[in-house]
């Protein structure tokens, strides 16, 4: 090991758990602390979601229908290739720290409606996870948001298709939200036939006072990050290109299956 390795793990380490002390700190700002599950009738749009997932469930059958192909996470963000480097976890997008996918607004209306009347709303998509997928155990990069997951598609049997969130598993349902802090280390499964989808949000952590607009800039900054940047120019030319895949066999042929042999 060279010193300039030395010296940037010595300055390094320090730094991070600073950081993590720093972000306990502020979640425990929060009403519910530094949970890894919070309630999720903390937050009013959740009952609206819930009411309406049929709706949505809809929409995204009719998507997955009619498209042979959505784009893998590490083609959107090659940071992901360290969870999963297989052909399984696919996204389609709506909602971007600021960025707001028109395509995916215009084919899935109703979803879209929804999503609009969510405020602090920062992420939003479609999370597809193939049948024997598995995503490593990671933790999210910032505290300032929470994370919600609305069961769509939750194959049988539920205990199959799970996520652990710090020293809790969590397992969906469909038409019910989970909200968790995504900066507790999760590990997620699907050990069945059939693909799990839920639509996946960010939203801002209810905060006090000034920290509430430390968190509010920080996230209004991250609209002009390249990273996020060069995910929405991808996301926007794969929409481009998908009308030509469109003839193909379609991925709601893995919406129905029984037990992983």
């Known amino acids: 090991m060279n010193l300039r390795r030395v ?115 920062t992420l939003a998509f479609f999370s597809v996870l193939a049948p024997g997928m598995h995503i490593k155990r990671h933790r999210g990069s910032y505290k300032g948001v929470v994370r919600c997951h609305l069961g769509l598609i939750v194959p049988e049997p539920r205990t199959a298709v799970r996520m652990r969130v710090g020293d809790e598993m969590v397992y969906w349902g469909e038409g019910k939200c989970v909200i968790f802090d995504d900066t507790h280390k999760h590990e997620v499964w699907n050990e069945t036939n059939s693909i799990r989808v839920v639509l996946l949000l960010d939203v801002h952590r209810p905060l006090p006072g000034w920290l509430r607009r430390v968190n509010e800039a920080v996230l209004g900054l991250a609209y002009y990050s390249p990273e996020v940047r060069r995910l929405v120019r991808i996301q926007r030319q794969w929409e481009a290109q998908s009308s030509a895949l469109t003839n193909q066999p379609s991925l709601s042929r893995g919406l129905r299956g029984g037990r992983r042999a």
């Open 7 to 121: 010296l940037r793990r010595a300055i390094k380490l320090p730094m991070k758990k600073l950081g993590h002390a720093i972000e306990d700190w502020v979640a425990g700002q929060s009403p519910f602390g530094n949970s890894s599950i919070i309630d999720a009738q903390a937050f009013e749009w959740v009952e609206r979601l819930e009411e309406k997932s049929g709706v949505i469930r809809q929409e995204l059958i009719a998507l997955l229908s009619g498209q042979a192909y959505l784009p893998n996470i590490q083609e959107l963000s090659p940071r992901q290739m360290n969870l999963s480097k297989a052909d399984g976890w696919k996204t389609y997008f709506f909602f971007l720290l600021g960025h707001r996918i028109e395509e995916s607004y215009e084919r899935c209306p109703e979803t879209g409606k929804l999503l609009d009347s969510i405020p602090g709303m």
